[in-house]
């Protein structure tokens, strides 16, 4: 999706673009993070998981459709439960 050695700067910009095209609600719960995208965003979610997979391995993903959205379940490690917010942060409207 990015190429090698694309920068923070590029993918930061790409995940707003996505936020505000496509992010129907979030919420933390726990040590998981939630995402509802829009059903059309299906592709979009593919990449961010192979995105985020690609940076940081420890993440665990889950996905699941309904008739109207696409719910995106991301969960670190207890350890790294404080990357939670710094992801968070992302999706917040500015």
């Known amino acids: 999706m990015f190429p090698d050695g694309a920068g923070l700067a590029e993918r930061l910009e790409w995940l707003r673009a996505l936020r505000s095209r496509a992010l129907v609600d979030h919420w933390r719960e726990g040590h998981s993070l939630h995402l509802l995208f829009a059903k059309e965003a299906r592709a979009?979610?593919?990449?961010?998981?192979?995105?985020?997979?690609?940076?940081?391995r420890f993440l665990t993903f889950a996905v699941a459709e309904t008739a109207c959205a696409i719910h995106l379940r991301v969960t670190p490690p207890p350890e790294a439960v404080p990357f939670l917010d710094e992801l968070?942060?992302?999706?917040?409207?500015?």
């Open 44 to 56: 979009d979610v593919n990449a961010l998981i192979e995105m985020e997979w690609a940076c940081c």
């Open 88 to 94: 968070l942060h992302h999706f917040e409207p500015e």
